[in-house]
Nanobody, 128 residues
Framework: QVQLVESGGGLMQAGGSLRLSCAAS????????MGWFRQAPGKEREFVAA????????YYADSVKGRFTLSRDNGKNMVYLQMNSLKPEDTAVYYC?????????????????????WGQGTQVTVSS
């Protein structure tokens, strides 16, 4: 059974930084791309960032490019989302997700439908 557990959310002032972590279990972690999505109140869940199973390739939403960095440690079954220069519009529940299929070493899925397993989410609130 796959489990994804996020941590690291909280309250931060605009301009600050947070690092989200996602611990995965139940699958051969290094076989799957990982992603982060977020959902703000009253809005649909949106893609934030993805990292290939090898860790060699990353892909970011335009809204976070240059501010967020996604990395993974396959030896520890962990994914990390470093969020810098936070803005109030980054306020949302952040979800870690594991891709549903094997991909190439550079595969970075960005659609909800490409992910099969989801964490419970962690709240990030950025005050102005």
């Amino acid at each position: 059974q796959v489990q994804l557990v996020e941590s690291g959310g909280g309250l931060m002032q605009a301009g600050g930084s947070l690092r989200l972590s996602c611990a995965a279990s139940g699958r051969t972690f290094s076989n799957y791309a990982m992603g982060w999505f977020r959902q703000a109140p009253g809005k649909e869940r949106e893609f934030v960032a993805a990292i290939s199973r090898s860790g060699w390739n990353t892909y970011y939403a335009d809204s976070v490019k240059g501010r967020f960095t996604l990395s993974r440690d396959n030896g520890k079954n962990m994914v990390y989302l470093q969020m810098n220069s936070l803005k109030p519009e980054d306020t949302a529940v952040y979800y870690c997700a594991l891709a549903g299929t094997y991909g190439t070493l550079l595969y970075v899925p960005s659609a909800n439908s490409e992910y099969t397993y989801w964490g419970q989410g962690t709240q990030v609130t950025v005050s102005s």
